[in-house]
């Protein structure tokens, strides 16, 4: 029996259509896997299977490697000239080694190995057929398309066949080379089907790119030879043109030397030096003098001025002024203005004021004679300066300083092609020992299969990882429910309980006899032991429950089935049990007990017939049945007329626990005119039948009534997957595997 959880109330169904995905529960997903654990192992050995047949059509392969030396910073100092070979090699850098690499690997080395070696003859270069892209993709093979020539067409004839085939084992062999780097060594491996073809296609790709090298370098070197031979050439002739011109000029301008030029325009920089402290000398005398001037007019402070400060006098006669006057007004304070020590004191100061003043004219006088030296001084070097400038800047000197400094660069120029030259030509008569083979290639003893092993876990790990994804989706688009977890997680209501789907049992009988005697004759069957826990689970929901209404979403659900076994189970616990076919559609209740031809329901509503009429009891279950009577029109009206609720109070004050089988809910809304008299209502969902979206769409049928709702009851539950979905099993029944089936009705 699930675990029960409270009941929802109205709002809790609004978006009920449209709820949220539980969290991912791992144990279910686990158990999914179980449950599928065949489609999972069926689909990992389609994979090993699949990779087994992958590597029967692959072939073994071997590997040979050789090291080659790109640049040996060792060697590259020449020991007769003691300088650098190449002014460019030491600075070699990630970027130069990654395209010694591409070329290693490029077209143009394959072509020529593939020709040397004749791979144009050999089936392993010349793969095609189905299979050429899987071997391409390992790294065992390509293919390529054709040759053209210049114009775009075309090459025929035997040519055009061979240079096909050259071109198809290049592509191979690229395919099949892999470089790695480590400092400025690359170690180049090649694949093979055979262990000797594969070390000689690493010496002949080694050889091949060091021959291409050497080329590539001599080639370099003249064309770099020719260019500054003529650059060399050019600039001797220009710079033996500058110095005949210089030669001429001085000729005519009577200058007999560059000295001469030198001197003056040392003399004129050094003037210039001088011309500027002297110009900083006036400027500095001058805002000296007059803030001399103005501290002294205005008595201020002579710190800031050194000329004042550095006076003695001046500065004594600054004390006694200050002496005086203090005491000046000290006196004023004590006699008065007019006592003979005051005016004393007063005729001292103004002889010391004098005194002042005299002094510091005196001191003003020599500041502006240092002054007007400083002036006299600056306007004799402007003009020493002006003459020997317009000495300098004459035509004759301006021109011979122009030539002069062409003839200096073009020098210089010259100098410096004239050594890159010489450099070039050393080398191109030195043979580069840089670039070399420094391990030869190697002797491959065993197959590499690193990736042969590799696709052997890949292919099981691929399997199982399909079958798993399978299994899930599998499982995610099922459209019906098998676990009450599934139930409460969805819909938000209790399961009140799981009737399971037994095996027909070979006896005689009618259907009735087949079908609820399990629950009377056999108390220890699953059958019983599940109908028995749906109903008290029910009555352990709601204590005064009387009227119980069975309906589901949709036909051939077997709510009928179970409506007759839960009262057939009440009856057996000594309640007086009455079960009522509402259904007056289709009456499966009635037809199952045999009383689909008798007056019932319908007659009773109609006024046709009595209660005690209608009434019967069946012999097996002591349960009493009102079956649904004769066909009616507008079969909703009746069932919620008064005279239906009148019948519904009369049985409660007659029996213990009535039972009303109803019609399903999406199809008519029979059920859920009913639901209004019910005190409890139990939806029936068929096991792994039953779409969500129709149970989904049943409650929203249910919602005026939702609080009625006790639960869910899952019917037709096969128990023999029941440990796959979590439920528990191993509790021995006596009559277990010997039950009637649960028929859709």
């Not at 501290?295 to 003695?312: A, V």
């Not at 004393?344 to 500041?367: C, F, R, S, Y």
């Not at 001084?377 to 003459?387: F, Y």
Request: aromatic share 6%; charged share 25%; proline share 4%.
């Amino acid at each position: 029996m699930q675990s029960q959880v409270p009941a929802t109330s109205i709002d809790d169904f609004e978006d009920l259509a449209d709820a949220q995905a539980a969290p991912v529960d791992l144990l279910a997903v686990a158990r999914a896997a179980l449950r599928r654990w065949r489609l999972i192992a069926s689909v990992t050995l389609c994979s090993l299977l699949a990779t087994y047949g992958v590597l029967k059509l692959m072939p073994a392969l071997y590997k040979s490697t050789v090291e080659i030396l790109v640049y040996d910073p060792q060697q590259q100092i020449d020991t007769a000239i003691q300088k650098p070979i190449s002014p460019f090699v030491d600075a070699l850098t990630d970027a130069a080694m990654a395209t010694e690499i591409d070329i290693v690997k490029s077209k143009s080395v394959a072509l020529r190995v593939a020709d040397e070696l004749g791979l144009d003859r050999d089936p392993e270069f010349q793969t095609s057929g189905r299979f050429a892209g899987l071997a391409e993709f390992f790294g065992f093979g390509g293919s390529a398309g054709g040759r053209h020539d210049d114009r775009g067409g075309p090459i025929d004839g035997r040519a055009g066949e061979k240079a096909e085939a050259l071109d198809r084992a290049a592509d191979a062999l690229i395919h099949r080379i892999q470089v790695t780097q480590d400092a400025y060594i690359l170690a180049v491996s090649v694949t093979s089907q055979s262990p000797t073809k594969a070390q000689r296609l690493a010496e002949a790709i080694a050889k091949d790119y060091l021959a291409s090298q050497r080329e590539a370098r001599q080639q370099a070197l003249q064309r770099v030879a020719n260019w500054l031979k003529e650059r060399v050439d050019n600039l001797q002739a220009r710079v033996l043109e500058t110095e005949s011109d210089i030669e001429k000029l001085k000729a005519a301008s009577g200058i007999k030397n560059d000295n001469d030029f030198n001197n003056a325009r040392e003399q004129m920089s050094g003037l210039y030096t001088q011309l500027m402290k002297a110009r900083e000398d006036v400027g500095e005398k001058s805002a000296r003098l007059e803030q001399a001037r103005h501290l002294i007019d205005t008595n201020g402070d002579i710190q800031s001025i050194p000329e004042l400060t550095d006076s003695t006098t001046l500065t004594q006669l600054r004390q006694q002024q200050m002496e005086l006057s203090s005491r000046a007004a000290d006196l004023q304070t004590k006699l008065g203005p007019n006592h003979m020590k005051v005016i004393e004191t007063l005729g001292e100061l103004a002889a010391v004021n004098n005194q002042i003043n005299a002094e510091a004219q005196h001191i003003l006088g020599d500041m502006q004679n240092a002054y007007d030296i400083a002036v006299r001084r600056q306007k004799a070097l402007e003009a020493s300066l002006q003459g020997l400038a317009a000495h300098v800047n004459s035509e004759a000197y301006t021109k011979l300083q122009q030539l002069r400094r062409s003839a200096d660069a073009d020098q210089k120029l010259y100098e410096s092609y004239l050594s890159q030259y010489n450099d070039i030509s050393e080398r191109a008569t030195v043979q580069d020992a840089s670039s070399r083979i420094i391990s030869p290639a190697t002797l491959p003893r065993s197959t590499t299969s690193s990736k042969r092993k590799m696709l052997v876990p890949l292919g099981a790990i691929f399997g199982l990882g399909s079958g798993f994804m399978l299994a899930c989706l599998l499982e995610y688009f099922r459209t019906g429910i098998k676990t009450g977890q599934e139930v409460e997680q969805s819909f938000g209501r209790p399961v009140m309980g799981i009737i399971p789907l037994v095996g027909r049992r070979k006896t005689n009988g009618t259907p009735r006899g087949r079908l609820l005697g399990e629950v009377v004759n056999e108390p220890f069957s699953q059958l019983t032991e599940a109908v028995h826990a749906m109903r008290i689970s029910l009555e352990l929901s709601s204590a005064n429950s009387k009227v119980i209404l069975i309906t589901s979403a949709l036909p051939a659900e077997g709510k009928s089935t179970v409506a007759m076994l839960l009262a057939a189970s009440s009856a057996s616990s000594g309640k007086k049990t009455i079960l009522v076919d509402c259904d007056l559609r289709q009456p499966s209740t009635s037809e199952v007990l045999q009383n689909n031809h008798q007056p019932g329901l319908s007659d009773l509503l109609l006024g046709t017939a009595r209660l005690s009429d209608i009434i019967t009891k069946d012999p097996i279950t002591n349960a009493y049945v009102i079956p649904a009577g004769s066909m009616v029109p507008n079969a909703p009206d009746w069932l919620k007329s008064e005279r239906m609720r009148d019948l519904i109070n009369e049985l409660r004050n007659g029996f213990d626990y009535i039972v009303m089988d109803t019609s399903p809910l999406l199809p008519v809304v029979d059920a859920l005119v009913l639901t209004t008299v019910a005190d409890k209502v139990l939806v029936i969902v068929e096991w792994s039948r039953t779409p969500r979206d129709s149970i989904a769409e049943a409650f929203k049928i249910l919602r005026p009534e939702v609080h009625r709702v006790a639960g869910i009851v899952i019917n037709k539950a096969d128990v023999h997957q029941f440990p796959g979905y979590g439920y528990y099993g191993g509790y021995n029944y006596r009559s277990a595997g010997k039950h009637a089936a649960i028929h859709e009705t």
